[in-house]
């Protein structure tokens, strides 16, 4: 990493000052302390927690996690985790513990029901702690389960709820979106809540499937192969959604997450409008040593343009 690259990447996410907008994506590398340990030492910005139930889940069966690199085919991968997770009362235990001046900790919740949403929600509120509170509406790969974030009556009563009860900022994580009336009502009721402070965009695209030409069997278990779709696949539509939401939401920061590996990915997440970008197909299989490459990258990018800090060009996306 170059002597330029701290100074050109520093930033502010709702005052926080980081080092750098990279962070993880929710999921990957987070799911038990060590690894929440081994972010907390790298060089990203900020790090988010595993999205967590009330109570412990073992997921989906395997295989639920493919990466899909094949001949002629660009990098990405497929998932049907099923939420597998430690339980909220362990990542409540870490964030007790974490050290918050290493770096900003993202505390993600995805209960299986609002009322388990808002048991987790009045026990992180009691707990005092400086982690910030993300709400996942964006579960696609738990059978049986529909998205909240998908069915706006639910994703409004939900916001309601979490605002009444947590009486803090707080932000949610949301499914990708392919249809410009669902753009303007997502923001309509995201924007009633002031205290919907950030908005994620996106969770994987839902319910791909990814097949094996030799075997002429699907690449994953859990869904009869059914799993959502991450990577370089998803970049335009990730990219689409941090735009809609950064124009339609003004008063709320925007994080980018999806299909970014480069420097370059990175940054066009940003002129779209994103504050922070996550990373997750690309670091769950290069590991935490990502972030300080495509902190490299970014700043050479910016360096070449003659950018001087990132918010010269946040959201500064040109249209013909």
């Known amino acids: 990493m170059s002597n330029l690259t701290p100074h050109l990447l520093a930033t502010q996410f709702l005052e926080l000052p980081l080092n750098n907008p990279l962070m993880n994506a929710s999921g990957v590398w987070c799911s038990v302390a060590s690894q929440l340990e081994a972010l907390t030492e790298s060089a990203a910005g900020a790090m988010v927690s595993k999205s967590c139930t009330l109570q412990p889940r073992d997921g989906n069966p395997e295989p639920r996690y493919r990466v899909l690199d094949g001949e002629n085919q660009p990098f990405g991968s497929i998932n049907s985790m099923g939420l597998p997770n430690e339980g909220f009362n362990y990542y409540l235990r870490y964030a007790q513990r974490h050290d918050y001046e290493a770096k900003p900790l993202f505390i993600s919740l995805s209960g299986l029901t ?12 009691d707990a005092v702690l400086p982690a910030l509170l993300e709400i996942n509406l964006s579960c696609p790969n738990v059978p049986g389960k529909s998205q909240t974030g998908y069915d706006f009556e639910a994703m409004d009563m939900m ?5 009444s009860g947590y009486q803090r900022g707080f ?11 669902h753009f ?30 030799d075997s002429e069997t699907t690449l994953i278990k859990p869904k009869d192969g ?12 990730a990219l689409a959604n941090v735009n809609a939401f ?75």
């Not at 009502?185 to 097949?211: H, K, Q, W």
């Not at 059914?226 to 539509?237: E, I, K, R, S």
């Not at 925007?254 to 997750?280: E, M, N, P, W, Y």
Request: charged share 20%.
């Open 246 to 320: 950064y124009r339609r939401c003004p008063e709320k920061a925007i994080i980018g997450c999806g299909g970014v590996k480069s420097g370059r990915d990175a940054f066009l997440h940003i002129l779209a409008g994103a504050t922070l970008v996550q990373i997750g197909t690309s670091l769950l299989e290069e590991g935490p040593g990502i972030f300080p490459r495509v902190q490299t990258e970014l700043a050479a990018i910016m360096v070449k343009k003659g950018y001087q800090s990132v918010d010269e060009f946040r959201g500064k996306l040109k249209t013909l």
């Open 159 to 163: 916001l309601a709820e979490v605002s």
């Open 171 to 181: 932000g949610v994580k949301l499914p990708p979106y392919f249809d410009m009336a």
């Open 184 to 213: 303007d009502e997502a923001a309509e009721i995201l924007n009633r809540y002031p205290l919907v402070a950030f908005v994620t965009c996106i969770n994987s695209i839902g319910n791909a499937l990814a097949i094996d030409l």
């Open 226 to 237: 059914f799993g959502g779709l991450g990577g370089d696949f998803v970049l335009p539509t």
């Open 114 to 125: 609002l009322d388990d949403n808002l048991t987790m929600v009045d026990a992180l509120k």
